[in-house]
């Protein structure tokens, strides 16, 4: 055997052995794989049982009549918002020191005054041509007078047709005629006089400004924007579904109490209080909510120290809904998912469900499902299953930091 046969041998017998190594290894590793899962320990379940009870904290619940709060957002929207204007042409010659954006005036406070040469001038014109008229009116009656006196003499001799022409009739009528027109000149001239001085509708602060001394203005144009101080009112968007719990006013009763807060404007704690005035009769096109009208006197705090009200500034509004009548209030966070209540019965836990009635921000209103008296666990439970031992920490404890449902009578929390 040459040489590059013996080479050719050796090399193939070394890869028969690299071969027959590698199944050993499978082999073994099979074997390993089956021994072990055949030799696996196997859980077993034990049922056991809680012998230890939770320790719990409870409230007793009694079923009243309770006012729902409706929490919404308002914006503050003025009550009385005009546009001032002239109604004569004419240039301003004064105005009002407190004729100035921000401005506070009263009503009937002069604003502003035009140029009344002209309307003086014509209303002297208007007053001569009257007092002529009037004195042409005194000239034919006392010809009225003697046509009455020659009458007599020929009464027998003048129809019924000639008689008005005799005792100068039309004559008299067509003067009082001219008398009456003067008149109505005069009252003309004297308005426009009297509106040459510009003064305020009512009670008023100034928004914006347009013109000064020297400006000339004529009807149409804009002098000032002018809101009413006396009343505010806040437009609130709230749900269509809770507008059934918001009173509005009839002939026999005011509309819902309503509390106002800003707390990035108004001190900490500070309050303003408004009434529900009406309903605005649509929906936000994109929010679908509807909008109601809270009427808020004094907004400007002129006569008590209540905080100010900005036009357009965003409010948290609180509405006082009507009562509720004969349900249980929950905090919120004691109706579990799927509208359940934890009762503490027997020293057993008991999953009860329950109807609510209406939710606001803080509190669930349930009509349905609990009586009074239940027992309603507050503490927050690892297990929660049907018939787990509990018991209470102390009987019927309430804890301070937690809010109370129950009440002495009405609508009062």
């Not at 013109?211 to 144009?221: A, K, T, W």
């Not at 936000?284 to 120290?305: C, F, H, M, S």
């Not at 905080?307 to 509405?319: D, G, K, N, T, Y």
């Amino acid at each position: 055997m040459n040489e590059p046969q013996r080479a050719r041998r050796w090399r193939w017998l070394g890869v028969l052995a690299t071969m027959i190594v590698c199944v050993g290894i499978f082999t073994a590793a099979g074997a390993a794989i089956l021994v072990i899962n055949r030799t696996e320990p196997t859980a077993q379940q034990i049922n056991a049982t809680r012998k230890s009870s939770a320790l719990v904290e409870t409230m007793i619940v009694r079923r009243d009549n309770y006012s729902p709060k409706l929490s919404v957002l308002g914006t503050v929207l003025p009550a009385r918002d005009i546009i001032l204007g002239p109604r004569i042409s004419g240039e301003v010659t004064e105005i009002s020191d407190s004729f100035v954006p921000g401005g506070m005036v009263g009503k009937g406070k002069m604003l502003l005054k035009i140029d009344a040469a002209d309307f003086e001038n014509q209303l002297s014109i208007r007053v001569s041509e009257l007092e002529q008229r009037v004195a042409s009116l005194k000239i034919e009656q006392g010809r009225q007078s003697l046509a009455k006196k020659e009458l007599k003499l020929l009464e027998s001799t003048i129809d019924d047709a000639n008689r008005d022409l005799v005792l100068r009739g039309p004559q008299i009528a067509s003067i009082r005629a001219e008398v009456s027109a003067s008149k109505a000149a005069v009252e003309r001239a004297q308005l426009d006089l009297d509106r040459a001085t510009i003064v305020a509708p009512f009670d008023a602060q100034i928004i914006t400004q347009s013109v000064n001394v020297g400006s000339q203005v004529s009807p149409g144009d804009e002098l000032a924007r002018l809101v009413g101080t006396n009343q505010y009112w806040v437009s609130a968007a709230l749900p269509v579904r809770s507008l059934q719990w918001v009173q509005f006013p009839k002939p026999s009763e005011t509309g819902s109490t309503v509390i106002l807060r800003n707390s990035d404007a108004w001190p900490l704690g500070a309050e303003r209080i408004g009434r529900v005035t009406r309903m605005i009769g649509t929906v936000d096109d994109r929010t679908r909510l509807a909008r109601v009208l809270v009427e808020v006197d004094d907004p400007l705090g002129r006569q008590t120290n209540a905080p100010p009200m900005i036009l357009q500034s965003l409010l948290q509004v609180e509405i006082e809904g009507r009562a509720i009548e004969n349900v249980v209030r929950l905090p919120r966070e004691y109706v579990h998912g799927e509208d359940t209540v934890w009762v503490l019965k027997d020293d057993k836990l008991e999953i009860r469900d329950c109807q609510v009635v209406f939710r606001d921000a803080a509190f669930a209103y349930i009509n349905e499902g609990l009586d009074n008296d239940d027992e309603i666990v507050i503490t927050t439970l690892a297990t929660v299953a049907e018939g787990v031992g509990l018991k209470r920490i102390a009987d019927q404890v309430k804890p301070e930091s937690e809010p109370t449902i129950e009440t002495l009578s009405g609508d009062e929390p």
